[in-house]
């Protein structure tokens, strides 16, 4: 019994997503198909590439609130790029790196103040961000003039929806299937996360300056730059989620793009398993919630769930999914 | 010292842009000598969809037109900031409000409270529970419904597979979905093979709707009820590889979609209008009763009045066509 609590807190989130995954092979004629296969990964790439930075940025026992407003900031950023770019007549694959060049760049700026604010500053992570959730979107919407910005650029939406061929498999339409750019950069960054965290002195330090500062301290750590780095990171991050975002839909709607991004968000890295309290994460398991949560979304389509209860079945989902993993000792 | 720095700078950029934003606030001045000069404040929500920044868009444009009179527009995430912000407008004694409410029920004990403190009450859009209007103008929700549930009808004779997107869940979905509801019943070839929300949002849209194609091999047509809904479901056909031979039902006359309507793109056969643009009624409806003479005024204006939504095709669609509109 006790080892199955371990277990449990260790792969309870592991185990949720298999048993949805079960329950709909079962129930569901079309589930088991190349193509929504793909849509479950692919769906909620852009939040997922920013999960995997939030997790590093818990680890260190911070918080981002400012993350879905920064998407619209760098998105706005990106597309305004693009379209003087083109104006100016460059080509359009210069326009476009231009444009993600932007993005990451004014991503990973922001990111860097949030740090140097909460490091140096001494303000409370979630303090500092909360002034950024409110004041990038409102940049953003000064730079969009409260609407939409539109892409001028043909091949920006051409990139959003472009991919890799998977040999051997097509839709239902018979046209190839397709797995996205954004899929690959959500791929990417997890198992670069993953290496960061794992092997590097950098995430040494991050698990350090999360459990126990003073300690970190003590070991000549510099929990400072390392709080920095992370938040620039994470900002970096959404940069790359920006750019993609803005190039599937081919424009930024600035008050619209990004809205509660830092919730889902925040919900995969804590169905995942990773602790608030900072020290303890993962960065699979963020991956896992990510798409754990799509699925959720994917299945009320599905069942035709009516719209005013799915907030109540997702909520569900997270505080079930979470309180498997508690279900040993008090999961710290 | 480091910390002391920053507290310095940071006390120094809040004080620039509160000295920074004196101008735009400072507006009831203006000049002395005219003692027409009508102060009015413009109550919207905030722009979280296209549709609520094409009503600020068209806000800014109306105001132009009555240069004599201070207008003071304020936009509100939730009906609490939207509360606030009547108030804060009270206390700059206008003479009229415009409120297009973000709810409608938080926002009435507050607009009977202006109105029975003499001040004119334009009401736009979403109507309060109890009387506190002098003018209350409306788009037309069930009409919506209904005439673009007639046209799909009838471009499909009467039969095919069909999905239909509904927005966030409020009065105005509701009315909008019911009324298209009792439409398709009429046809009994008419099947909604599946029905969700797109929350009004493009990216939410693609994501239901690419749910939706994966379980649905045959879509004739999908009822999509908002313009940027429209372009998620697009999102999601053009990913799935499965654009032909099924057409989208938008509505609210997004200028991209009006367009595409009017260059005969045969993804968009047609549009339907809920134009953002009756805030501009509603702005125009509070400057002509201030100048005719508010007791006057009132004799003859209308206190209901419902805007009609038109059907949009390749015919019209260029009256509706509004290039320089951000939506």
């Known amino acids: 019994m006790k080892n199955v609590g371990k277990f449990m807190q260790e792969y309870g989130v592991l185990v949720a997503l298999i048993v949805f995954f079960i329950i709909n092979v079962i129930t569901r004629d079309n589930f088991l198909?190349?193509?929504?296969?793909?849509n479950l990964i692919s769906q909620n790439a852009y939040v997922g590439i920013i999960a995997i930075g939030m997790?590093?940025?818990?680890?260190?026992?911070?918080?981002?609130?400012?993350?879905?407003?920064?998407?619209?900031?760098?998105?706005?950023?990106?597309?305004?790029t693009l379209n003087k770019q083109a104006a100016g007549e460059a080509a359009p694959n210069t326009a476009i790196f231009m444009a993600a060049l932007a993005s990451v760049g004014i991503g990973s700026v922001a990111g860097a103040l949030n740090g140097i604010a909460i490091a140096f500053g001494r303000v409370a992570p979630f303090v500092v961000t909360l002034a950024g959730l409110a004041g990038f979107r409102s940049l953003a919407l000064v730079l969009g003039d409260g609407g939409e910005i539109r892409s001028q650029v043909t091949e920006f939406q051409d990139f959003g929806f472009g991919g890799m061929a998977v040999p051997g498999l097509s839709m239902q339409s018979g046209g190839p299937l397709l797995i996205y750019w954004s899929t690959f950069a959500f791929i990417g960054v997890a198992l670069l996360a993953s290496f960061l965290l794992n092997k590097t002195r950098f995430g040494r330090y991050v698990i350090a300056v999360g459990a126990n500062e003073r300690a970190a301290k003590y070991s000549a750590i510099n929990i400072q730059m390392v709080r920095v780095a992370a938040y620039t990171l994470l900002g970096g991050l959404v940069g790359l989620a920006a750019v993609l975002n803005a190039a599937r839909m081919n424009s930024v709607g600035t008050g619209s793009v990004g809205l509660y991004y830092e919730l889902d968000a925040i919900a995969a890295v804590v169905i995942g398993g990773t602790s608030l309290?900072?020290?303890?994460?993962?960065?699979?398991?963020?991956?896992?919630?990510?798409?754990?949560?799509?699925?959720?979304?994917?299945?009320?389509?599905?069942?035709?769930?009516?719209?005013?209860?799915?907030?109540?079945?997702?909520?569900?989902?997270?505080?079930?999914?979470?309180?498997?993993?508690?279900?040993?000792?008090?999961?710290? | 010292m480091l910390k002391n720095l920053m507290t310095l700078a940071a006390g120094a950029a809040i004080l620039g842009l509160t000295v920074g934003c004196q101008p735009g606030t400072d507006v009831g001045n203006g000049t002395p000598a005219d003692d027409e000069r009508f102060v009015v404040g413009v109550s919207i929500p905030a722009a979280d969809h296209g549709w609520t920044a094409g009503v600020k868009w068209w806000a800014d444009e109306a105001k132009k037109n009555y240069p004599n009179i201070d207008w003071i527009i304020e936009d509100a995430k939730s009906p609490d900031e939207q509360i606030t912000d009547l108030e804060n407008l009270r206390s700059q004694n206008v003479d009229a409000l415009v409120i297009l409410a973000t709810e409608s029920a938080p926002l009435t004990p507050m607009a009977k409270q202006l109105h029975d403190a003499g001040i004119l009450i334009i009401n736009v859009d979403r109507g309060f529970t109890e009387p506190a209007a002098d003018v209350f103008i409306e788009g037309d929700n069930a009409a919506f419904g209904r005439k673009s549930a007639e046209y799909m009808a009838a471009k499909l004779n009467g039969?095919?597979?069909?999905?239909?997107?509904?927005?966030?869940?409020?009065?105005?979905?509701?009315?909008?979905?019911?009324?298209?509801?009792?439409?398709?019943?009429?046809?009994?070839?008419?099947?909604?093979?599946?029905?969700?929300?797109?929350?009004w949002n493009r990216e939410t849209s693609e994501k239901v709707m690419q749910n939706i194609l994966v379980a649905n091999s045959e879509i004739d047509a999908i009822w999509a009820s908002d313009d940027d809904m429209a372009l998620g479901v697009e999102n999601a056909l053009r990913a799935a590889g499965r654009r032909d031979g099924v057409w989208i039902l938008g509505g609210a006359g997004m200028k991209d979609i009006v367009k595409r309507v009017m260059d005969g793109d045969p993804l968009y056969p047609a549009d339907i209008t809920y134009p953002p643009s009756m805030i501009a009624v509603g702005i125009h409806e509070a400057a002509s009763i201030l100048r005719a003479g508010r007791a006057n005024a009132l004799k003859y204006i209308p206190k209901h009045i419902v805007l009609d939504v038109d059907l949009v095709t390749p015919d019209n669609a260029a009256d509706y066509y509004f290039p320089e509109s951000v939506y």
């Open chain 1, 33 to 38: 198909t190349a193509e929504n296969l793909r």
């Open chain 1, 55 to 80: 997790t590093l940025v818990i680890m260190t026992a911070g918080i981002d609130l400012s993350v879905g407003s920064l998407v619209a900031l760098c998105g706005a950023l990106a597309v305004l």
């Open chain 1, 277 to 332: 309290k900072g020290g303890k994460g993962r960065i699979w398991g963020t991956v896992v919630g990510v798409v754990l949560l799509t699925m959720i979304s994917n299945m009320m389509t599905a069942y035709r769930i009516d719209t005013d209860w799915q907030g109540l079945v997702r909520g569900a989902v997270i505080l079930i999914a979470v309180l498997l993993q508690r279900s040993g000792k008090d999961g710290k």
């Open chain 2, 159 to 199: 039969t095919g597979k069909i999905v239909v997107l509904e927005g966030i869940p409020s009065t105005v979905n509701t009315a909008r979905v019911e009324a298209a509801a009792k439409v398709f019943a009429q046809y009994p070839g008419i099947e909604i093979v599946a029905q969700d929300s797109g929350m």
